[in-house]
């Protein structure tokens, strides 16, 4: 069968996609505040210079987020990949890269009020 000759080819390609997948995802700060500026900013102040939220008070701005003691890249990352039946924020459903982008923005914002 020549079906067999090739498949040491497709076992090599596979482990190759193994490994792209295995390397950690770098994220990226910018991409995250262009997102949150589109999909976060109803209800938070994403960035300074950002007209009021629609939803004014409702959630606390980014930099406040950025400033809790408790806030770490881990924490951010947790809460905006798991469901939260008791939040008043709806889940956003996102990929873990978006969520890490998301997570790396807010905390580029420590040290801003
Ligand atoms: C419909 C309004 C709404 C939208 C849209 C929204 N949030 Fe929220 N968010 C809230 C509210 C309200 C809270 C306050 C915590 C609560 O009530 O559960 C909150 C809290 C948070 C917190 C703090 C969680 C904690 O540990 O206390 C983070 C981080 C956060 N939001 C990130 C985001 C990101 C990133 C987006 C966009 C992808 C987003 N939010 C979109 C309403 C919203």
Do not use: K
Request: proline share 9%; aromatic share 8%.
């Amino acid at each position: 069968m020549h079906l067999f000759r090739w498949l040491p080819l497709g076992l090599i390609l596979m482990a190759g996609t193994a490994t792209a997948q295995l390397q950690q995802y770098r994220p990226n700060p910018q991409a995250g505040r262009e997102m949150a500026l589109h999909t976060c900013d109803a209800c938070h102040i994403v960035a300074a210079g950002q007209l009021a939220p629609l939803v004014p008070g409702y959630g606390p701005s980014f930099a406040d987020i950025a400033n809790r003691p408790t806030a770490s890249f881990a924490s951010l990352q947790a809460f905006l990949t798991t469901y939260h039946p008791r939040s008043n924020m709806p889940y956003p459903t996102l990929s873990s890269a978006q969520a890490s982008d998301l997570a790396s923005f807010i905390l580029s914002l420590r040290g801003r009020r």
